[in-house]
């Protein structure tokens, strides 16, 4: 049964964590800093909430936030949310060449920005992510930290609307 944002507004700060705080990859810290601010309106309001956390956040946990994300394309163990994102991109039917190409590139990314790719793959293709990877090589790291966090937004928008349920107006 899907969770509904009455439920959520209602639960334990505990519950919460444990209900919503795999949206943000391996940081329920996001989660357990947003419960404070209750009750939200919308599913919308909460992701908001959600995010100015981590805007709030010194920059080692941003950085610690990014870096609990697995590199796009490689066959690490991984979330389940981000298995079946990257499935849908096609990440994971990479043929030799790609599956050694995003590796290369993945490592050219880390080498240069001190974290890994972060692109929000849901309706995207495999072309996307590679197209993506080769601009965002030339961005400059603070430019490349920002859009990271986009990116991270992003997800985390998609992985709430799919969890969690609006409530029925009256």
Known sequence: MPLTLTALNQMP???FVNAVGWIFEGSPWVAEQSW???PWGSVSMLHQAMCAMVEKAPIAAKLALIRAHPD???RAKMAEASVSEQKGAGLDS???DE?????????????KFGFPFIFAVKGKTKHDVFAALDARLNNSKEDELETALAEIYRIAGFRLRDAVKEDERA
Not at 99 to 111: D, K, M, P, S
């Open 13 to 15: 700060r505990e519950d």
């Open 36 to 38: 404070a601010t209750r």
């Open 72 to 74: 796009l394309g490689s």
């Open 94 to 96: 990479l043929n030799p």
């Open 99 to 111: 599956y050694e190409r995003i590796g290369r590139l993945n490592q050219e990314y880390t080498t």
